[in-house]
């Protein structure tokens, strides 16, 4: 049988499990803010979300000499950041070899793409 006690405190719990959820989806917006003051990044902009649907495929296997992305993989971009990272960026807005321009993310301003070159590189130390 049903105890009625019981169904009021997991409703409870539901309650709190989606306080919990509103509370850091808004931590989130929050925090991302002043990098938005900072730079002209597009709305809702997220690197990790953008590196995973535009650019993994070719960095996370090194496809056609891609530089790798991920831990360990500091030495992949050593070399090309010698160069200066404005001069890597500018690499990944114009293309470069068979590096795709904008790495084919048609819809990533300079400046997401320069988020995503300088989370490439911060995810490979
Ligand atoms: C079709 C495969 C492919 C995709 C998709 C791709 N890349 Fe690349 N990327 C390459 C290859 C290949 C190179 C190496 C080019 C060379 O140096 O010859 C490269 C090189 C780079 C470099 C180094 C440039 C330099 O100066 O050495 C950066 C930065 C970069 N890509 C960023 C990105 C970003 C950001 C994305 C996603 C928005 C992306 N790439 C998507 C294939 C790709």
Not at 1 to 11: D, P, T
Not at 83 to 107: E, Q, R
Request: negative net charge.
């Amino acid at each position: 049988m049903f105890n009625v006690q019981e169904i009021s405190i997991s409703s409870f719990a539901k309650l709190i499990v989606a306080f919990g959820a509103i509370f850091f989806v808004s931590t989130g917006i929050a925090d991302q803010n002043p990098s938005i003051d900072l730079a002209q990044l597009s709305d809702g902009f997220n690197a990790e979300q953008k590196y995973m649907a535009s650019c993994f495929a070719c960095h996370s296997t090194g496809a056609a000499g891609a530089p790798k992305v991920g831990e360990g993989m500091a030495e992949e971009w050593g070399p090309r950041l010698e160069k200066g990272l404005d001069a890597v960026v500018a690499n990944a807005i114009n293309g470069i070899n068979t590096m795709p321009a904008k790495g084919l993310c048609f819809d990533c301003t300079d400046d997401d793409l320069r988020a995503l070159v300088e989370y490439m590189i911060e995810t490979s130390q």
